[in-house]
């Protein structure tokens, strides 16, 4: 099966209805796309990968991606993109190890678009006009978003032989256009 965006939404629409996990699986899936774009690879695919990677975290948050694999290839999806999934977990909870761009990206985007979303929400204009600057004054904060592992993220954007701030400047234009449906629009459109 070629995995598309409209699929993985199906896939998960029974497994991850909190609302701060859909959003966070957008927020990751549209990071995706840009990471694929700036590789030049296909962006919808990355983009599905990005929205589905979290499918068994709302059912089993202290035996995530313990209970994706076999859900996954049951539905039907390849063993290459559960695989790419599984590489998110690495060095935390498997030992996948991501290999491909799209798997370093996955396991460089996932932390790092919770301190983008965070940064974001407090700013009057959100996301619309956030420069990687401001983004980078936070991420060197640990005490802002401090949930979000910046270790991992260092350690994805260094597999990608890439600087944090060019993966977090990709993100962060990547989730631009999106800003409406990932409530990144700001605090003056409350």
């Known amino acids: 099966m070629n995995l598309t965006v ?28 840009a990471m694929a774009k700036h590789f030049g690879e296909d962006e919808e695919h990355w983009e599905a990968i990005g929205y ?38 690495y060095g935390i909870i498997n030992d996948v190890e991501p290999v491909s761009n ?17 940064c974001a929400r407090m700013r009057p204009n959100g996301i619309t006009d956030l420069e990687v600057s401001s983004f980078m004054k936070k991420f060197k904060d640990k005490r802002f978003a401090a949930k979000c592992d910046r270790e991992i993220i260092k350690k994805g954007c260094e597999m990608l032989g890439m600087e944090v701030k060019e993966v977090a400047a990709i993100c962060i234009e990547g989730m631009k256009p999106y800003a409406a449906e990932i409530g990144l629009l700001g605090t003056a459109a409350c």
């Open 6 to 33: 409209e699929i993985a939404k199906e896939i998960n629409k029974d497994h991850v209805t909190d609302e701060a996990l859909i959003i966070h699986s957008l927020n990751v899936s549209y990071a995706m796309k």
């Open 52 to 89: 589905l990677h979290d499918f068994d975290y709302q059912e089993y948050p202290e035996e995530h991606l313990q209970h994706t694999e076999k859900e996954l290839l049951e539905a039907g999806v390849s063993e290459a993109d559960v695989r790419a999934i599984l590489s998110h977990g």
């Open 102 to 118: 799209m798997e370093k990206s996955l396991f460089a985007v996932d932390e790092l678009t919770g301190i983008i979303q965070a």
